[in-house]
């Protein structure tokens, strides 16, 4: 059975970036109507060519929404449940189908049923949703936490009413129309815990597309064992940028081997920027590689996504501080007009590609096989039965012949003579033999 998400390509936005929203909900704070400025953006996300959008958290929490405070509420800082549904169909009417994020490890330590733990006692029926470790003689517990960030409280995943707990919360908003669920920090999440929790949603949801926050480890083993759809892709996401900074295109082609071993068995959420790494446009060195970097992510197989800004270049270091992912969670100007003007070149070359996918749609399960190789020339075949796809990648000064000879339907390439195309000095190009 084929599903929407076989052919996704997503729009990721931050929200409580994205729209400016205060840094900490105060108590008591009033609700202050964001999300309709999101609505704004959408015709801009079909432009682009995407069809759907992975929306980053918006329900109640304290600060980064990742300590969530209510899962069944939206975040006063971005509106209300209105403003949710009517982005949600808004959305819909676009065509673009909308996956939300959860947050099913932890909980922030405001959350009700926490405090209700700490003021009932170790024999609370809330007690027994978290990891506590109560003293002898009385007093607060100390509680297990998510890498050791005291405000994120560690829920006990072997606690049925813990596997109550989320397939409510999961169903409830799939039920609401939403499309899927970003599983945040699944990886850290004992994979018995998706096994209880999953079939039911799938036996409700059948069309959800459910994406596992994996970042190392066995994916295809994650994917088999928890029954998620797919996990992100960080493998291949440090191999693009490390190998286009060192010129060591075979780790790049080391990279690919791997990823084909995986498109076995699922297809894994590509990408090269989210909202916890450093924006692509700063981490690579050399700017005129930032197509390179595109191509890549556009034409193997997965699912890809664009986290937003990428698309108009935007730059933002990761750092490991208090306050460190503001830079690579900026806010948007009021409408898509008010961007800068230097941005548009990098959105129009993600159209270009991102059409170039829609065209050739057998590229989500494409497996690629190396044509030729050195530490700053690489050439893929990108192939799915009798599909084909040449991409040549040439990040040296001088120009690459490639030996391969097709219609160039990307980028940049002349025949060289009967048996090969040659590459300009920095150069891309996507061929079709």
């Given at each position: 059975?084929?599903?929407?998400h ?12 994205a729209l400016d929203?205060e840094?900490?909900?105060?108590e008591?704070?009033p609700?202050?109507h964001?999300?309709?400025r999101?609505?704004e ?5 079909v ?5 759907g959008?992975?929306l980053g958290?918006v329900f109640?929490?304290r600060s ?10 939206v975040d006063p ?6 403003d ?5 169909a808004a959305a819909?009417?676009r065509?673009l189908?909308v ?11 405001r959350?009700?049923l926490?405090?209700?733990a ?15 470790t109560w003293?002898?003689g009385g007093?607060?517990?100390a509680h297990e936490?998510?890498e ?5 409280v560690?829920?006990d995943?072997?606690d049925?009413g813990?596997?109550?707990?989320v397939?409510e919360v999961?169903?409830?908003?799939l039920?609401a ?5 970003r599983l945040d920090a699944?990886?850290?999440?004992p994979?018995?815990f998706?096994q ?19 970042i190392?480890?066995?994916y295809?083993g994650?994917v088999?064992?928890s029954?998620?759809?797919s ?12 190998a286009?900074n060192d010129a060591?295109l075979y ?5 690919l081997t791997?990823?084909?071993?995986m498109?076995e ?7 090269v920027?989210?909202h916890?790494?450093t924006r692509?446009?700063?981490?690579l060195t050399d ?5 390179h ?14 986290y937003?800004?990428?698309?108009q270049a935007?730059?933002?270091v990761?750092?490991e ?10 806010a ?6 008010d961007?800068?003007?230097y941005?548009?070149?990098?959105y129009?070359?993600h159209?270009?590609?991102?059409a ?9 399960r494409?497996r690629t096989?190396?044509?030729t190789?050195s530490?700053?020339?690489?050439a ?7 599909n ?6 040439n990040?040296s000064d ?5 030996p391969?000879?097709?219609?160039v339907?990307?980028?940049?390439a ?5 048996a090969?195309?040659?590459?300009p000095?920095h150069?891309?190009a996507v061929l079709?033999p």
């Open positions: 059975m084929t599903t929407w076989e052919h996704a390509i997503f729009w990721h936005v931050y929200p409580l970036g929203a840094p900490v909900l105060e008591g704070a609700v202050t964001r999300l309709p999101l609505v953006w959408l015709d801009y996300a432009e682009l060519g995407v069809s959008l992975l958290p109640t929490s980064h929404g990742y300590d969530t405070i209510d899962h069944f509420e800082r971005l509106g209300d449940r209105a949710l549904d009517a982005l949600l819909h009417d065509g189908k996956v939300l994020d959860g947050v099913f490890n932890h909980v922030g330590s959350h009700p926490f405090l209700r700490l003021e009932g006692g170790p024999t609370a029926p809330d007690a027994a949703l978290f990891r506590l003293p002898e007093g607060e517990p936490s998510f050791g960030h005291e405000a994120l560690a829920l995943h072997d049925d813990v596997a109550e707990l397939t999961m169903e409830h908003w039920r129309g939403f499309d899927g669920w699944a990886y850290a999440v994979v018995p998706w209880r929790v999953l079939p039911a949603v799938r036996a409700a949801h059948p069309e959800a597309y459910l994406l596992g926050e994996v190392h480890g066995d295809a994650f088999a064992g029954g998620v759809d996990v992100t892709q960080y493998e291949l996401w440090k191999a693009i940028w490390s286009l060591n780790e790049l082609d080391h990279a791997r990823h084909g071993e498109l068995t699922f297809a894994p959420q590509t990408f920027g989210n916890d790494v692509i446009a700063t981490r700017r005129r590689h930032l197509a970097a595109l191509v890549v992510l556009l034409t193997v197989g997965g699912t890809p996504s664009v937003y800004g990428d698309e935007f730059e933002g990761k750092e501080r208090l306050g460190g992912d503001d830079a690579i969670r900026p948007l100007p009021e409408r898509p007009a961007l800068a003007p941005g548009w070149d990098t129009h070359l159209q270009e590609l991102i170039l996918r829609r065209r050739h749609p057998w590229l989500h494409a096989a190396g044509v190789l530490n700053e020339v690489l893929y075949e990108a192939r799915d039965g009798e084909r796809l040449v991409v040549a990648l990040i001088e120009p690459a012949e490639v391969v000879v097709g219609t339907v990307a980028g940049q002349e025949v060289a003579g009967g090969g195309t040659r590459v000095a150069g891309w079709e």
